[in-house]
């Protein structure tokens, strides 16, 4: 640590003004225990009497640097709470078993792409007992799902004599992608089971579970009737929801608030060079100009890659570019001046 020290010089035998008298001696100073608390009060050094140093405000800084990083460690554990939350299982089991005479639509869902607003997942039919064949593995009929909406197919067939495999389906929802990271899916999603004989369809008896984990997202997945007409009807509407999780919200809010920092930072710095408390120093536009060139990076980092021209870019990247320049061209005229005084 740096100290400034201050000698005190004992006054001669021969000392005195120019009149002859002697000189008003100087009070000494408080020294030790007795000493006032605060910047600027001296205390001895320990290199020697007659040394003194002024004291310095630690304990206040320490405490200011305490609680920097309790509020950061008390951050971090929620960023990790929040993650360790997000992405649970959704499950919804129907409350009537599988029908003997009719079929199980279990649906597995496995990830949300919020550019174009699709659910993906995996559908798997599950024949009933008097709809499979001797070997228990195949459907005695054909069979078929007709799920909507959807892209692509929307009419899915499982041939009799074959073991039904899982087919990957898209659900569409609806949402807005430019409302991130507040921005919310949703949509209905209707399913009706029936069996095949010549050119006729013949609904059968339908129950739908709905399982599996979405990362990042909060959804849910419940039926808006369920009950033993339904499910004799051979039909089933499914209302799906899904918002961004708290892991998630989390960690793009902080994603911000480090956009947000490097304005805030680069104005500070430059109004103080400009007041002439720090020298223009050339190394102050290499470092402004190293944050306006990540600015795009770090906001591409954002979790979901919001498009261009959401709100968030209109609320806070827009900002953030106009500020960096700002402080550059501060920095420019602190310079200028620094560097003619005379004009």
């Known amino acids: 640590m740096a100290v400034r020290v201050v000698a005190v010089v004992e ?21 030790g225990p007795e000493a006032p608390d605060g910047p600027g009060a001296l205390v001895e050094a320990p290199d020697g009497p007659g040394a003194l140093v002024e004291a310095r405000p630690r304990r206040r800084l320490s405490r200011g640097w305490t609680s920097v990083i309790g509020i950061g460690v008390v951050l971090y554990l929620v960023v990790l709470v929040l993650y360790a939350g997000s992405g649970r ?41 008097d709809l499979l064949s001797a070997d228990e593995l195949t459907p005695s009929q054909d069979l078929g799902v007709v799920v909507v909406p959807v892209a692509g197919s929307q009419q899915l ?5 074959q073991v039904p495999a899982t087919v990957p389906i898209e659900v569409m929802l609806e949402g807005e992608i430019e409302n991130w990271p507040f921005d919310r899916y949703g949509g209905l999603m209707v399913l009706q089971a029936f069996r095949t004989t010549g050119d006729l369809h013949e609904p059968v008896p339908l129950v739908v579970s709905i399982e599996g984990s979405v990362k990042g997202w909060k959804t849910s997945a419940a039926p808006t009737l369920d009950d033993a007409a339904t499910v004799q009807a051979g039909q089933q509407v499914i209302e799906l929801s899904a918002a961004r999780a708290g892991g998630t919200l989390a960690f ?8 947000v920092t490097l304005p805030v930072l680069a104005l500070f710095v430059c109004y103080q060079v ?10 102050y536009a290499g470092w402004i100009a190293a944050m306006l060139f990540a600015t795009v990076p770090l906001r591409g980092f954002l979790p979901g890659s919001p498009p261009p021209g959401s709100w968030i870019d209109m609320t806070v990247v827009l900002w953030v570019v106009v500020g960096l320049v700002f402080s550059l061209g501060l920095f420019v005229l602190a310079w200028w001046r620094q560097s003619h005084p005379h004009q």
């Open 252 to 259: 793009g809010l902080i994603m911000v608030l480090v956009l």
């Open 89 to 129: 299982n959704v499950g919804y089991e129907p409350s009537a078993p599988r029908p003997a005479d009719g079929v199980e639509v279990a649906i597995q869902l496995s990830d949300l792409d919020a550019r174009t607003g699709r659910m993906h997942a995996d559908l798997t039919l599950i024949p009933g007992e």
């Open 157 to 161: 067939r499982f041939p009799r004599g």
């Open 274 to 283: 400009l007041r002439g408390r720090r020298r223009a120093e050339p190394a």
């Open 11 to 31: 006054p001669g035998n021969g000392s005195g003004d120019a009149s002859g008298e002697p000189a008003e001696q100087a009070p000494e100073p408080a020294v």
